[in-house]
């Protein structure tokens, strides 16, 4: 969880436990009632966006194009990561750099979106809505995360906050951390 409270300690070495404990609070407040309904909010207002102007009129069409623009966009970005890091400096030019990682924040969250609705759509019209399928789906998917050691990917606002920062702003997370050049980093973010 990079970015967030996670490791928060290391740089808070040597303070005073009432002053962590306060900063712990803070931290926690403002990802609970600032930050988690905003991106609450732009999630559901993407989500309708794309409903209203992706093919409103079919719904499996609509969902297979928000699958095709999740996955493509997604390894887009992976694999263009050091691209983005290599060009981009907050230190050379900080307007072009601020511009560059709020447009790069932006797209990225119209793709994370799309492959959410797209995958929730299809599992909308291609399984039963039965408490056994329900069941079933989230016994597997939770299995297989916890078999991939990614179940702490389902953290998400107000217990896992990744904040701006400098530093690593374009390195995309990855399962093995191999670079971009590697022929089995662009196999693993294939999804």
Not at 50 to 74: E, K, P, Q, T, W
Not at 101 to 117: E, H, K, M, S
Not at 144 to 157: C, E, H
């Amino acid at each position: 969880m990079r970015g967030s409270t996670a490791g928060i300690g290391d740089g808070l070495q040597g303070i005073s436990s009432k002053y962590f404990n306060f900063l712990t609070f803070l931290d926690q407040f403002i990802s609970t009632i600032i930050v988690t309904p905003l991106v609450v909010g732009y999630w559901r207002g993407t989500w309708g966006c794309m409903d209203y102007f992706v093919f409103n009129n079919d719904i499996h069409r609509s969902a297979l194009l928000s699958v095709i623009i999740g996955s493509i966009g997604s390894f887009i970005f992976t694999t263009a990561q050091n691209y983005f890091i290599n060009k981009y400096h907050s230190n050379i030019n900080s307007l072009k750099y601020y511009l560059a990682t709020r447009l790069y924040t932006a797209c990225f969250g119209i793709v994370c979106v799309n492959q959410f609705r797209g995958t929730w759509i299809c599992l909308d019209l291609y399984t039963p809505h039965t408490i056994t399928a329900v069941s079933t789906i989230t016994l597997i998917s939770i299995i297989i995360l916890i078999i991939t050691k990614t179940l702490r990917n389902l953290s998400a606002p107000p217990f896992a906050l990744s904040v701006d920062r400098y530093e690593d702003y374009f390195t995309v997370p990855t399962f093995f951390k191999y670079v971009s050049k590697s022929l089995i980093f662009i196999f693993e973010t294939a999804h």
